[in-house]
């Protein structure tokens, strides 16, 4: 269990409503996952070296399922994290290397990164209790998979990433017409049409919205000075998450939703203003 001197303070209780917030979305991702998951196809990742398909059937997903949720309720009582956030960790890595075998990239890596840093932070603690470098481990694998993602650009297309941003009408037009071909409604094409025409009508807007995404994504590791320039960077990036999200249909939740919750953690703070209403 956690340490005493930690329990009761904000430290604990930040760090509780993160664990709370990150392992139920954890579990709901997984469970989807593994759920609609019924065959392997094309082995990627873990499913290359280990046969994994008896793990598909009905009754052993069920068993998984099952003691997934267990180790879900350790990990948020803070019990033997060592061993619970690495099984949680190969949990994820065979989940979602077997989704990814079925071709549907969801991008839930970060997830599986995320239990691993948490599981050698909790490693390198010979009592098995919680520390900053948990918290602090998280983070940095976040900030860093924006900072890859900006380097990524800047390698494949340079400061020109920035100019050939007025293709992104191409981008909207497929998101409205998959929208539109989903669920019938003239409405998604409607509003393709006005984003593209406003877009083709405000092209050096275009230029300062990306290059600023880009600014973002790149120095995202200052978000490791303190919390105070980690909670405006992670509004920030929800921002622009937001307006991304607007213009192009394009809504990365295993990205998105790990950065809010660690670097905003608005479970923390609505129980701060719920605490504050309260004692008023």
Excluded at 31 to 47: A, D, R
Excluded at 128 to 150: D, K, P
Aim: hydrophobic share 55%; aromatic share 18%; charged share 10%.
């Amino acid at each position: 269990m956690l340490n005493n001197k930690y329990f009761g303070t904000s430290l604990y209780i930040e760090w509780l409503f993160i664990k709370i917030s990150f392992i139920l979305f954890w579990f709901i991702t997984f469970y989807f996952s593994i759920l609609n998951s019924h065959q392997i196809p094309l082995p990627v990742g873990i499913c290359t070296l280990v046969n994994l398909n008896w793990i598909l059937y009905p009754i052993i997903k069920n068993i998984v399922i099952f003691f997934t949720l267990i180790f879900c309720i350790f990990y948020l009582l803070e019990y033997k994290m060592r061993w619970i956030c690495f099984l949680l960790f190969i949990i994820s890595l065979i989940s979602f290397s077997i989704e990814e075998s079925n071709g549907i990239y969801n991008r839930n890596t970060l997830l599986t990164v995320i239990l691993f840093v948490q599981f050698i932070s909790y490693l390198k603690d010979h009592n098995n209790q919680f520390n900053n470098s948990a918290l602090q481990y998280s983070i940095q694998v976040i900030a860093g998979a924006y900072t890859l993602s900006a380097m990524s650009k800047l390698v494949e297309s340079g400061l020109f990433w920035i100019v050939d941003g007025k293709r992104i009408t191409l981008q909207i037009l497929k998101s409205h017409f998959q929208e539109y071909s989903d669920f019938g409604n003239n409405s998604f094409l409607l509003h393709g049409d006005i984003l593209v025409k406003f877009i083709e009508n405000h092209t050096f807007l275009l230029y300062i919205v990306l290059s600023v995404s880009l600014l973002l994504e790149l120095f995202a590791l200052a978000t490791l000075k303190n919390k105070k320039i980690k909670l405006i960077y992670g509004i920030l990036l929800l921002v622009m998450h937001l307006g991304i999200y607007i213009i192009m249909d394009i809504l990365i939740l295993p990205i998105i939703a790990p950065m809010i919750i660690f670097m905003i953690n608005p479970l923390f703070y609505a129980f701060k203003l719920f605490t504050a209403i309260h004692h008023r």
